[in-house]
């Protein structure tokens, strides 16, 4: 029940709910062929390792990674991270470039 792998996230982020990729929406809970549809391609991406986690038959490994999005100099730089293909947490970082 803990994630092998070092995550990319430093403390004092802000999360968020949601995002907005142009005039779509992307939600907590999309999946990554959602939210590739909807916002493009990723600055860059990286697997963080897998996450253990209980199941209604015991336990399973999920896959987490992370997805850096940078929309600019006016907006900042965003982090998806996906557990099991599926958007879990974005952050926001430092303004973008």
């Known amino acids: 029940m803990g994630l092998c792998g070092a995550p990319a996230q430093a403390g004092g982020q802000d999360t968020l709910s949601s995002l907005r990729c142009g005039t779509r929406l992307v939600l907590v809970g999309e ?28 336990y399973d490994k999920i896959v987490v990674e992370e997805w850096v999005y940078n929309f600019g100099p006016t907006d900042f730089l965003h982090t998806l991270r996906f557990e099991g293909g599926r958007l879990a947490v974005i952050f926001r970082g430092e303004r973008g470039y």
Not at 35 to 54: D, H, M, N, S, W
């Open 31 to 58: 999946t990554k062929t959602d939210v590739a549809v909807k916002c493009g391609p990723p600055l860059y991406q990286q697997f963080v390792g897998e996450k253990i986690v209980r199941t209604r038959y015991g």
